[in-house]
């Protein structure tokens, strides 16, 4: 069964750092791109970051750069999403997937919660 799992969210205050880890089964991540996005209440859905896991080429939106890194370990099949100097506009769900020309996955999402 392929799944994704999104782990490591939680509730930090302003200035602080969380982990966010996405756990792949059922398929192995290398050959895909693993994408973090985010919900806002009230909002839509917006990518956040993604990495290429063949080459670790990344992009990140303007509104994370210099603060959120995004990593892959293909041995543990997971993926990273490493989040400093947390922001409350950064408060949402955090959602993982993994995608490329096939197939597109996608997990529940972890609440990152942000006070000011």
């Known amino acids: 069964e392929v799944q994704l799992v999104e782990s490591g969210g939680g509730l930090v205050q302003t200035g602080g750092s969380l982990r966010l880890s996405c756990t792949a089964s059922?398929?192995?991540?290398?050959?895909?791109?693993i994408g973090w996005f985010r919900q806002a209440p009230g909002k839509e859905r917006e990518g956040v970051s993604c990495?290429?896991?063949?080459?670790?080429?990344?992009y990140y939106a303007d509104s994370v750069k210099g603060r959120f890194t995004i990593s892959s370990d293909n041995a543990k099949n997971m993926a990273y999403l490493q989040m400093n100097s947390l922001k409350p506009e950064d408060t949402g769900v955090y959602y993982c997937?993994?995608?490329?020309?096939?197939?597109?996955?996608w997990g529940q999402g972890t609440q990152v919660t942000v006070s000011s």
């Open positions: 059922g398929f192995t991540i290398d050959g895909y791109a």
């Open positions: 990495i290429s896991v063949s080459d670790g080429i990344t």
């Open positions: 997937t993994a995608y490329n020309r096939r197939n597109d996955y």
